[in-house]
């Protein structure tokens, strides 16, 4: 099968010269590090939100409107830890997500907002030898479109492609208003659902010119090395590399540990793209500081593992992890060479 013809960015457009030359480091979990705030109902509400209707402590995108500060310092604590690229705090930041707590009006604006941090994160980091890059997270959705929400009724579907799709452009609209430099669609668990995504996406790079580097990360929730909506890991890559993206990966779920050989077989069936790994701080555990097992130098080690395998070309954490374990995987990572990537998609990306 014959590579997709790469595209030509007009933002971002350094990075897959910079995932050449070494393994680019991604940041680690936002929730956790807000977890470390402790803060109240007050904080997510503030002065503007204080008479709404719906309980708001535990939306963490909000806090991008009521906190900007606390988002800024956990951004800045990862830039300082040796992270390249920063997500946006906007895991749940469609409005499709926001109608759990009323706020699906104000979903934009949060986009625009977090992607204003994230940028401004990078522009007091970035060096001529060190460029930082803020990437726009488009999260899952709480919702599916292909699978039950009703055991009891296997064709019920919570919600639709069309709805999930324009939630997701007005989401991509507002990060790219912010200023982000790459889109990373992300946490798949059902392949619809990414569709919606990255049909979004590219609907928006048509009508507004710009063409900014796509990452699209799946989830691998159990043992059976499928994602929840039933793909292998090589069917799902098959299901989304129309959209070309700048790598393909996997992140959250099992643990670096339980996910070697699904990330291994990624590497292995997506040769002409990157690949990118940011598996949870090992398997949940409520008796620790962070929700998590793993310390970050066993979290580097693994890694470092997946690393000298040739597997990465994109290493950082998600659930559990801290600035702590991205210096290690910082840090443990740059012994090695990043995953080759021979084929005309990405040589074309180097090039352009």
């Known amino acids: 099968m014959n590579a997709p013809t790469a595209p030509r960015y007009t933002r971002g457009s350094a990075l897959p010269a910079l995932m050449k030359q070494r393994i680019v480091i991604l940041d680690g979990a936002m929730g956790t590090m807000i977890q470390r705030y402790k803060l109240t109902e007050a904080d997510f509400r503030a002065t503007r939100f204080a008479d709404h209707p719906k309980d708001l402590k535990g939306n963490n995108d909000l806090l991008v409107l009521t906190r900007p500060d606390v988002i800024s310092q956990i951004h800045e604590q990862y830039l300082a830890a040796g992270a390249d690229i920063i997500e946006t705090n906007t895991f749940g930041t469609t409005s499709v997500a926001q109608e759990d707590y009323g706020l699906q009006d104000f979903a934009y604006e949060m986009n625009v907002a977090a992607a204003r941090l994230a940028r401004a994160a990078c522009e007091k980091y970035s060096t001529p030898e060190k460029p930082r890059f803020a990437a726009g997270a488009l999260g ?37 208003e912010g200023g982000v430099d790459l889109f990373l669609v992300e946490t798949i668990f059902d392949t619809l659902n990414a569709k919606a995504a990255l049909f979004a996406l590219d609907e928006l790079m048509d009508a507004t010119g710009e063409r900014l580097p796509v990452i699209i990360s799946g989830t691998v929730t159990d043992a059976s090395g499928r994602i929840l909506s039933g793909q292998t890991v090589t069917a799902f890559w098959h299901s989304v590399r129309h959209a070309k993206p700048l790598a393909i990966g996997l992140n959250c779920a099992l643990g670096a540990t339980l996910m070697r050989p699904y990330i291994e077989e990624l590497a292995k069936a997506a040769p002409e793209t990157a690949v990118s790994c940011y598996p949870n701080a090992g398997l949940p555990n409520p008796m620790s500081d962070t929700g998590f097992d793993e310390t970050p130098d066993v979290t580097g080690r693994l890694m470092a593992e997946f690393a000298q395998a040739g597997f990465l070309n994109i290493a950082g954490g998600c659930c559990g992890t801290t600035p702590d374990h991205i210096a290690a995987i910082a840090a443990k990572v740059s012994a090695y060479q990043p995953r080759a990537c021979g084929h005309k998609l990405f040589s074309d990306l180097v090039e352009a």
């Open 140 to 176: 899952p959705t709480p919702r599916t479109a292909s699978i039950s929400p009703d055991v009891n009724d296997p064709g019920a579907r919570n919600v639709d492609f069309d709805t999930l799709r324009a939630a997701y452009y007005e989401q991509a609209k507002g990060l790219l």
